[in-house]
């Protein structure tokens, strides 16, 4: 994959650079830690997971062929230790989930706008108002259900693509959108009360 | 509990608008329902914004910068390199 971002990183990486590893690892920790975290009971374990999986890594690296791009290589392998280290099965979307995204008393009888809701999409090109809005997202993140905090973080944060995440997590095309679609829904509501508004 | 929504052929209501946002941003809603949520946007005062709030959310969540590494489990992956560049000779 020659558009892959990380391609410089792995080339110092395997060059014997510390601190392209160190850069690497610190770019993909939080995520790794939270999708690790999926599948084992704490977050001790979930630590030990990240760490067997560079190791992985770092046992594959040589091998390492580019036909998918690195960072969802390095997913797969930390899924599957992940998997070893949890054996829990948890990969279909759960039933007390499954309820429309918005509230059906936001909208009335013909299914429009009740009270619409409040503007505020223009106001975070203000940058200071964008760095505490982002802030809140990254704690709302934490706050959703597991899955969809997974897709939110690889999709919305890590910027892979569909493909890639569907890939990683081992889910169908149609229940990636479900669950990105119910995670932005909710992280779109977060912001919209920070600006005063519930819908 | 679904409700039955008095709707014509053609017409959109925004409880379905607001359903169909991702699958819109993600290019994968079939030609003849993009065009139906597109033209309820056109004429819609209010799920213009709704859109333009996800597009928000997608761009604020794409400005965060992963957390540095806790500086322990940084020493700690680094000994792994460490280790794994002293095994390669």
Redesign the interface.
């Known amino acids: 994959m020659s558009d892959d971002p990380d391609t410089e990183l792995i080339e110092r990486l395997r060059a014997?650079d510390?601190w392209a590893?160190?850069e690497l690892?610190?770019?993909?920790?939080?995520?790794m830690l939270s999708v690790a975290r999926g599948y084992v009971p704490s977050n001790a374990v979930a630590?030990e997971v990240?760490?067997e999986a560079?190791?992985g890594v770092?046992?594959g690296i040589d091998r390492f062929e580019r036909r998918s791009s690195f960072r969802t290589w390095l997913f797969h392998i930390l899924v599957n230790r992940a998997i070893s280290a949890g054996a829990r099965e948890r990969r279909s979307i759960p039933v007390d989930d499954l309820g429309?995204?918005?509230d059906?008393s936001w909208?009335d009888?013909?299914?429009?706008?009740q009270v619409?809701?409040e503007?505020?999409?223009?106001q975070?090109d203000d940058k200071i108002l964008?760095?505490k809005?982002?802030a809140r997202?990254?704690t709302a993140?934490d706050e959703l259900p597991l899955q969809q905090r997974e897709v939110?973080l690889l999709r919305?944060?890590?910027?892979l693509s569909?493909d890639e995440v569907c890939a990683i997590l081992d889910i169908s095309?149609v229940n990636q959108?479900v669950l990105?679609?119910r995670g932005?829904?909710k992280?779109?509501q977060v912001?919209?009360s920070e600006f005063g508004g519930g819908r | 509990m679904i409700r039955l929504l008095p709707l014509t052929r053609g017409d959109m209501a925004c409880l379905q608008a607001v359903e169909l946002v991702t699958d819109y941003l993600e290019g994968t809603l079939p030609p003849a329902r993009r065009r139906r949520f597109e033209a309820h946007l056109a004429r819609c005062l209010d799920c213009p914004e709704y859109l333009a709030q996800m597009r928000a959310v997608i761009a604020l969540a794409g400005s965060i910068t992963p957390d540095d590494l806790a500086p322990r489990l940084r020493s700690e992956l680094i000994g792994l390199y460490r280790q794994w560049l002293a095994g390669e000779g």
């Not at chain 1, 503007?119 to 223009?122: F, I, L, N, S, V």
């Not at chain 1, 919305?156 to 910027?159: E, R």
């Open positions: 014997g510390e590893f160190a690892a610190g770019k993909y920790q939080a995520t630590e990240v760490q560079w190791v770092l046992r429309p995204v918005v059906a909208f009888a013909a299914g429009n706008w619409p809701p503007p505020w999409a223009d975070v964008a760095a809005m982002a997202i990254l993140i939110v919305d944060v890590q910027g569909g095309r959108r990105l679609h932005r829904s992280l779109r912001i919209g």
